[in-house]
């Protein structure tokens, strides 16, 4: 049972690799995304519920997630062609992103990413991104996205800066 989790979670690897070679914002482009985005639903009940949860499906549903994201970035730069602020400010999130990471691996000699309620709403908005693309102003819309995963890879950095202990499942810098 343990390992159904997982492959859940290695299925979303495999979906966004699909959507590299489908065509962007098209029906089976939207079908595929939206399977993905279930199994990320899915994985982490699925572990819970039969108790296997694990490092190892952490790191895979990690880095799956750093799949998707990067396949979308690809896909979805030239719809967005966002401007040089924006980029540059992707650039700064993503630097804090690593920086967190590297702290960790330094600090805790292991490699983790921290399970905060910012994380959860920033891989939400990143999640329905494509599908708002359809109902709001882009401007608007990256405006939005990048504060919250700005306010959330800030938090994520601090809690490690300041933790003594690696907490994954930490929900906010705000909670004890």
Do not use: Q
Not at 18 to 47: E, N, R
Not at 70 to 91: C, D, F, M, R
Request: glycine fraction near 2%.
């Amino acid at each position: 049972m343990k390992s159904i989790a997982n492959c859940i979670s290695i299925s979303r690897i495999v979906f966004a690799f699909i959507l590299y070679w489908v065509k962007p914002l098209s029906i089976l482009f939207f079908t595929i995304y939206i399977l993905s985005g279930i199994s990320d639903v899915i994985d982490g009940y699925i572990a819970r519920k039969t108790n296997s949860v694990s490092k190892l499906g952490d790191n895979i549903d990690s880095i799956a997630d750093f799949v998707i994201i990067v396949v979308l970035i690809i896909k979805l730069y030239p719809i967005i062609n966002p401007t040089l602020e924006i980029i540059i400010w992707i650039v700064i999130i993503a630097i804090i992103k690593i920086a967190s990471v590297i702290l960790i691996l330094i600090k805790y000699k292991t490699f983790e990413m921290l399970h905060t309620y910012a994380n959860k709403i920033t891989g939400f908005i990143l999640f329905i991104f494509p599908i708002l693309l359809a109902f709001f102003k882009l401007d608007v819309l990256i405006y939005i996205t990048c504060i919250i995963a700005g306010i959330s890879a800030i938090e994520e950095l601090l809690i490690n800066v300041f933790s003594k202990e690696l907490r994954i499942d930490k929900k906010s810098l705000l909670l004890k």
